[in-house]
């Protein structure tokens, strides 16, 4: 049976990225406003909600490790193709997170534990021994040699956006989750307990932290991704999953939950519209140097995801699968 809820959460998490991402490519300082302090908020979380329930889904799903390589390879090669033109681009990750996750598919759920543990302690190790600003200019958020071995390997398991170490942790978390009566009330109202536990627990250490070699490990921003970021974000990820989960009959019942769970199902097309069509749209205008307020370009980004919903609904009627989506199956799926 499937979920409503998670595909609910999902177009949360895409919601939330479109808010961060529209917001850092058009160049918006953000201030002291409740708009800002809302997407500040969400910068990390919504993108680790989406490997959380990535994990989620690894675990609902047939554990078929050709499968899932083979589609671990058609988003890799998407992400590289992605890159010439949003160098913030998560698919190539998504890809080296799922490869990682092989050996782990049919595990018990302590090793799962203790994978996302071991990850996120092999992430801590590489902040403390090597030097995380290598290769980055923080003032254009660009990345040198980012196309040589050297960089790639550096970019993709240590520094880059979303690194193989630690953040393959969301996605072992995610995979423990999966394995629980999701459907269950108590277990749904544990998420929540839980999640908010450890989002409250990860955002402690950095309000007493005073040494500056420090603060940047006791930080719970997404960069660099220390390990507080990673225990708050994985707090707020099973947070959010539990409550969606919770409400999603009331929504269901309200005429809601179609409408919201369409866009989840067809998030991988969306992530590839909101760059191409979404920060495609604002740049042809002449709106990604600055110029914006933080209202506007919040307002454009709930527009765009409004405009999703719309467009994924209509699409569902029609179409089992979104494009990216449709394209992905036909390409990985084989016959026995």
Known sequence: MRLHGLDIARFLAFCGMV??????????????????????????????????????GLSLGRPDRAAIARRALFLFLAGLLNLTIFEADILHF????????????????????????????AGLTGLLVLDYEAHWNWETLTYADFWTIEGFLRHSFFNGWHPVFP???????????????????????????????AAVLGALPQLFVQDPELIDLAATSAIPPGPFYIIAAAGSALAVTGLVLAIAPALDK????????????QALSLYAAHILLGMGTLE???L???????????????GFCALSMLLTWIWSIFFKRGPLEALMHWSTSFPR
């Open 19 to 56: 808010l961060v991402n529209f917001r850092i490519a058009a160049q918006v300082a953000p201030g002291a406003d409740a708009i800002s302090l809302f997407t500040n908020a969400l910068e990390g979380r919504a993108a680790a909600l989406f490997v959380v329930l990535a994990g989620i």
């Open 94 to 121: 998504y890809a080296l997170y799922f490869l990682a996750a092989l050996p782990f598919l049919t595990a018990s759920g302590r090793v799962l534990l203790w994978a996302a543990c071991g990850t996120l302690l």
């Open 167 to 197: 953040w393959a942790a969301f996605l072992f978390l995610g995979m423990r989750v999966g394995r629980l009566d999701l459907a269950s009330r108590r277990v749904q109202v544990h998420l929540v307990i839980w999640g908010i536990a």
């Open 254 to 265: 309200a005429g809601l939950a179609e409408w919201l769970a369409a866009p989840g199902r």
């Open 284 to 286: 042809a205008m002449g």
């Open 288 to 302: 990604l140097d600055g110029s914006l307020t933080t209202s506007r370009i919040f307002g454009f980004s709930l």
